[in-house]
């Protein structure tokens, strides 16, 4: 369980032995996420995932954020498997130096084993996809 955006518009109450996670880096441009105090909680908690989200609810919101995988995923449960496994990369042109200063703390999506050279890196549900440096909407 990944807590998405868990001060946004004011938010305290925070069960923190209940997840495993939280999403820090939300670029959600219509609310306040706090994703400095969602990085403070997640730094309070060394064992948590750390996710981003573009949380794209209007044309216009999509690829603010997201979560980069080294190979496109078929169902919740491999992506699961890339999440628990660190396999991943946060990416955000809104709030590129969280998602810098985050790199280390993931294996990075060249370290991460492939199935096959026709694999290509996308998020799941369809946020990003990386081929030969370019990203487009899939």
Do not use: W
């Amino acid at each position: 369980i990944v807590h998405a955006h868990p001060y946004r518009d004011g938010n305290t109450t925070v069960f923190e032995d209940a997840v495993h996670g939280t999403e820090i880096l939300n670029a959600h441009p219509r609310h306040e996420n706090h994703n400095d105090r969602a990085l403070e909680l997640a730094k309070r908690h060394p064992e948590y995932l750390r996710l981003a989200g573009s949380d794209t609810h209007e044309d216009g919101d999509e690829c603010r954020a997201g979560v980069l995988l080294p190979e496109r995923v078929r169902d919740s449960f491999a992506y699961r498997r890339m999440i628990e496994g660190r396999c991943f990369r946060l990416r955000s042109p809104v709030f590129p130096e969280l998602a810098a200063d985050e790199a280390g703390r993931t294996c990075g999506i060249t370290a991460c084993p492939r199935r096959g050279a026709e694999q290509k890196s996308a998020a799941f549900g369809g946020a990003f996809l990386l081929d030969s440096g370019e990203r487009s909407r899939i």
